[in-house]
């Protein structure tokens, strides 16, 4: 990890991170950066199953997230008390998701 392309002022908790052997840099709670994430090289970003990638605050409604739920792909949309699912991408079946 080039430790030059984070500035100690964008992570706040930095108590909660650590720097692996690896040079890995992991948070055992929550990593907030301000500005933008940049992820570079060919290893992308891992999201634990039954996780989701949120678009906004996620406690405002109409708020969007990303995730997977059981072996299918879903959109959701918070409407200010509940995640409501808009589209899903079966993960069973022969249909190709771009084509639905």
Do not use: C
């Amino acid at each position: 990890m080039n430790r030059s392309r984070i500035r100690a002022e964008q992570i706040y908790d930095a108590d909660l991170v650590t720097e692996a052997e690896h040079g890995e840099l992991w948070a055992h709670e929550n990593l907030v950066v301000s500005g933008t994430l940049t992820v570079t090289g060919t290893g992308g970003v891992q999201i634990p199953e039954d996780s989701y990638m949120y678009y906004g605050d996620p406690t405002v409604s109409g708020s969007w997230r990303t995730g997977i739920s059981g072996e299918d792909f879903v959109y959701q949309k918070y409407n200010g008390s509940a995640w409501e699912t808009k589209k899903t991408i079966e993960g069973t079946g022969e249909e190709d998701p771009l084509l639905i």
